[in-house]
């Protein structure tokens, strides 16, 4: 029964987070834009109209269930991390998989928005599917090198392990044991929060806004809640990959919102990459990066 | 993708809860990003430093699908009409039309063009219109506010007086349209 408590307080808590943390990242780029920009609740509020607006463009059985796999696939990352060392309710299902299925379910989310947006048949948004697959394939080599350099030089792929071989003091957490790794996950954490450089997917000035074009009131409102969700979800795995996990609430939060202002504020000041030069990038330098840890722990 | 059928007729809704929601709806209005005269250039400063429309939850959608709002920004053509009852009408409900300019009060210096419309709220159900020719954005925002107080009280209608007097928009409208081809209501 607590565990079931655990997980929708955790669900519940990761959307407002996610959705507080989007609101404030749209305050932190406008105060950067010499700009007021909106109340921070805006994304709340946002939700909450979309919700309640009418829904009558549907196209099909994929449109429908896209904004769906995405949740799920937040959900199910958000319940495989431990949240906070040491709290053992807050580690949900994170006995249920390591953190290759982490991975893989990362992807599954995204692949069912891509399925959803290619069923709308919108011209734009199967350019931003085809876009964002390609990066993905791209930044997802980087990252698993990194995540296999840290899980083989700790010699294990279990997350709590992982974040429980950390606590040792801030000198033992990876970043600073594996930084080349650390550098290839953190640089592909930037295309993983669609940020600049590596925002082809949504570029509004070529795509307008990409995937979700078609998409309109509740889809759109239960795809912001999917973002949200997610954007925590990856926020949590990697403060518990390379910043020693949380030992308390307090830290969980200054931890994901330092960790989420990164690609908030590298995304406010640089241009946009076309799809090769980015592909191009993600291919060599944080594949390069990752791999130079690897190779250490390996010899 | 077009649909056949008429709308329904929306029903009344009352409460605290739609309160809520007339809140929520007032407090993020999303602009479909279509400018049909002039008045599309005085809407782009409304997004920079010095006018900023983000902070009162304003924001620009690239597809009506998304938005709540139509701005009918100045002149309307009669070739545009047929688009932009298009674009309105594929708005989700509930959405609002912020007319901008003398053109679409009485047609201002076009009122006896051959291809101008003369008065917007024959064809489509204006909200709010904002005078002047063109308009400042300081003349824009105090539209948007002024459909913000209205939308709060309940009172921004337009759409569901379209749908109960379809009949008659369509009447004016197919006078202006003569090579008509579009549905009943298209979403």
Known sequence: MGNIVSIVLTILGALSWGLLLGGISRTVTARIHGRMGPRVTQNFIDMWKLFKKTS???HGGMFWMAPMFRITGAICVLLMVPLVIGNSITYNMSFAGDIFLVIYIMFFGCLGMALGAGNSGHPYAVIAVSRGLAQMSSYELSFSIAVVAI????KTFRIEGIVEAQQAGILSWNIFRFP??????????????MAYPFGIVLAPQEIPIGPPTEYSSRFLSFMFSGRALFGTAKLILFVSLLFGGASNWISLLVKTFLLYMYPVVVSSVFPRFRTEQSIRFLWFVPTSLALVDLIRVML | MYCNQRPEKPGVKKGMLEKINNMARANSLWVTAYGTGCGAIELRPLGTSR???ERFGIAMRPTPRQADVLIISGY???KTLKR???VYEQIQDPKYIIALGSCTINGGMYFDSYNTLNVLDKYLPV????MGCMPRPE???DGFSLLMQKIKDGRAQGWKHYKENLDYYRENQKKIITDWDLPDYNW
Request: hydrophobic share 70%; net charge negative; no cysteine.
């Open chain 2, 51 to 53: 006018f900023d429309m």
């Open chain 1, 180 to 193: 080349f790794a650390s550098a290839g996950a953190l640089i592909a954490f930037l295309p993983m929060q």
């Open chain 2, 139 to 141: 003349a824009v925002i």
């Open chain 2, 76 to 78: 309307l053509a009669t």
């Open chain 1, 151 to 154: 899980a083989v030089g700790l």
């Open chain 2, 84 to 86: 932009v009852i298009r």
């Open chain 2, 127 to 130: 909200d709010v219109y904002v």
């Open chain 1, 56 to 58: 009558s463009i549907h």
